[in-house]
């Protein structure tokens, strides 16, 4: 039913009374919310983090230690050694981060064997880094290339000759190797399916 011009429904009326006492009810309601806000509300709101979240990321680790620092196990003679790869990681989880180093002679000419070596420092602030295990030792005749470091895992390509007939430019020995950390120490495993076999 359509209603004559000028005329209003019954509850559409405004009356003064009606919107004081509508007024007052949204004061009480919104004053009320906020006594009864949860404790942590506050505190998250101040640190600008979300309400009810406590815990907090765990520290990251320290920076391994610098391996251009360190004396190797190789007999380099007066051309010295170099570091042509270094990866950092942090292999016991307690927030002291080492370093993996793979370094070889700094020859001019030629493909001089590699030696990987996990770096560490002593316990204390300013500690000497050391070497704290070869991981593969320059005599296996071996280039180490592609390393890799991931949390408790250390892994690379190995390359080398069979013999010494082998041309220099085409190393006919090729393994993928994992090493992952165990009962405190570095446990060296070999990835199947990976090619001719390479001693570690």
């Known amino acids: 039913m359509q209603l004559p011009a000028g005329h209003d429904l019954p509850h559409?009326?405004?009356?003064?009374?009606?919107w004081l006492t509508t007024a007052a009810a949204l004061a009480?309601?919104?004053?009320?919310?906020?006594?009864?806000?949860?404790?942590?509300?506050?505190?998250?709101?101040?640190a600008g983090a979300p309400a009810g979240r406590a815990d907090a990321e765990p520290p990251a680790a320290s920076p391994g230690p610098d391996p251009r620092a360190?004396?190797?196990?190789?007999?380099c003679g007066p051309v010295g050694t170099v570091v042509t790869e270094r990866a950092g990681t942090d292999l016991d989880a307690d927030g002291v981060g080492e370093t993996v180093a793979v370094v070889r002679c700094d020859a001019g000419s030629g493909t001089p064997p590699s030696g990987m070596y996990l770096?560490?420092?002593?316990?204390?602030?300013?500690?000497?880094?050391?070497?704290a295990e070869t991981l593969v030792d320059p005599r296996e005749g071996m280039t180490v290339d592609a390393l890799r470091a991931e949390g408790d895992?250390?892994?690379?390509?190995?390359?080398g000759y069979s013999s010494a007939d082998v041309p220099r430019c085409c190393p006919d020995l090729r393994r993928e190797v994992r090493w992952e950390?165990?009962?405190?120490?570095?446990v060296p495993l070999a990835v199947p399916g990976s090619g001719a076999a390479a001693q570690v």
Do not use: F
Request: glycine share 8%; aromatic share 4%; charged share 15%.
């Open 181 to 186: 950390w165990r009962d405190g120490r570095l």
């Open 12 to 18: 559409t009326r405004a009356r003064t009374v009606h």
């Open 119 to 131: 770096i560490a420092a002593d316990a204390g602030p300013g500690g000497t880094p050391a070497v």
């Open 70 to 75: 360190v004396e190797y196990p190789l007999e």
């Open 28 to 46: 009480v309601v919104t004053g009320a919310a906020a006594l009864v806000q949860p404790s942590n509300a506050t505190a998250a709101a101040e």
């Open 153 to 159: 895992a250390i892994a690379v390509r190995l390359t």
